[in-house]
């Protein structure tokens, strides 16, 4: 007799008032990812905004482009190019208002700059030149974070916290389907969740996480649907859509804003370059689907739907390219001088108080640097 039989029939209690009873439903995602661009949908698109996005992209596609050129000549130590994610990256920054912030990967500087950084700030950490490289408070764009997934529990306490103060704004928190592997990605899902913060995160699923393709990283239907088991929304969307990608992201920060808590949003996108300029990316995947995904270029998606309609024409398309020709080449230009570090700035903005141990390096350091500087003068 088992111990059950021993203390009678098992009936199963009801659960205890204070568990939370949600309706899954409502918060399970589409069965395919939402598009706009050649759909009905399109037509009710503001042109407008349409022409915006499409500027964008070229700009951000010329700004990839020339970043990953400037590995090449010794001028950036790496660079994640996020080349056939544009869509994404400026939906991401378009969708956001100024008062709101905006948490990015270290794949994403293309948002940051979209978002309003100076494009050579936001590849000063690439180059190895200073800590961040700009103002997080300038235009509201946290550091760009390179390990994975640990900007998303800054996003959302920043997100409840200005909640708790009264302040009327959002927090976007972007990273790659890789970073849906950590634990911070959970842990931050969660907090947003149950503190009803307003949040919304963005996964950019690009295929694969350095080497790893997604079907190794979880056996989920999508990624979106993974919101469901923390009690927010999920939304699954064609990340090479930029219209798409910008209504959804706007849907879901108007409903953060309006107290309806977080949202998790899967964008359905591709890795065009390697995962850096220093990944071999021919190792693991093959040059048939890379060509497969060119097809579908987010930048060719929206040219056709503007000028199937009209709402492009070649002198348009000419001079939104002229323009990202100038951008480049102004970057080149000023990628091009040498800044003049200071290496005592290394210990500047480690701690508000620096303590006993970084006082002590940085008068080693400056120490060396004397006996240095008279070494040379005395030759």
Request: net charge negative; proline share 7%; glycine share 8%.
């Amino acid at each position: 007799m088992t111990v059950m039989e021993q203390r009678g029939a098992y009936r199963p209690s009801p659960p205890p008032a204070w568990q939370p009873r949600t309706d899954p439903a409502p918060l399970l995602p589409d069965a395919e990812p939402y598009r706009v661009l050649g759909t009905e949908a399109a037509a009710k698109a503001d042109p407008e905004l349409l022409r915006r996005l499409y500027g964008q992209l070229v700009l951000g596609r010329r700004y990839n482009t020339q970043a990953t050129a400037l590995t090449k000549q010794g001028r950036l130590a790496v660079y994640p190019s996020s080349t056939g994610q544009e869509a994404c990256e400026v939906a991401a920054a378009l969708a956001l208002e100024d008062r709101d912030w905006l948490f990015p990967s270290y794949r994403d500087t293309l948002a940051a700059v979209a978002r309003g950084v100076d494009p050579v700030q936001a590849l000063t950490l690439l180059r190895g030149d200073w800590h961040t490289g700009y103002d997080p408070y300038e235009h509201r764009v946290a550091p760009l974070s390179t390990p994975l997934a640990t900007q998303l529990p800054h996003a959302v306490g920043l997100a409840h916290a200005a909640r708790l103060k009264g302040d009327d704004v959002v927090a976007l928190a972007m990273v790659g389907d890789g970073g849906t592997s950590e634990g911070d990605f959970h842990e931050a899902l969660n907090f947003a969740a149950v503190w009803q913060a307003p949040v919304v995160f963005l996964v950019q699923n690009n295929g694969f996480a350095i080497s790893v393709p997604l079907a190794k990283q979880t056996a989920a239907p999508s990624l979106a649907h993974k919101a469901v088991g923390y009690g927010m929304p999920g939304r699954l969307v064609d990340g090479n859509d930029a219209a798409a990608v910008h209504e959804v992201l706007t849907d879901a920060v108007r409903h953060a804003r309006a107290g309806g808590g977080p949202t998790l949003i899967e964008a359905v996108t591709y890795r065009i370059d390697a995962h850096t300029n220093a990944d071999d990316a021919t190792r693991y995947r093959g040059d048939a689907e890379v060509e497969t995904w060119r097809a579908h270029d987010p930048v060719r998606l929206l040219e056709r739907e503007l000028t199937g309609r009209g709402l492009l024409d070649e002198d348009a398309v000419a001079a939104v390219r002229e323009d990202a020709e100038a951008m480049a080449a102004r970057l080149r230009e000023r990628m091009n001088q040498d800044p003049a570090l200071d290496p005592m700035d290394l210990f500047a903005h480690v701690y508000a108080e620096p303590t006993g141990q970084l006082r002590e390096q940085q008068e080693l350091l400056r120490a060396e640097l004397a006996a240095e500087a008279e070494e040379g003068a005395a030759r």
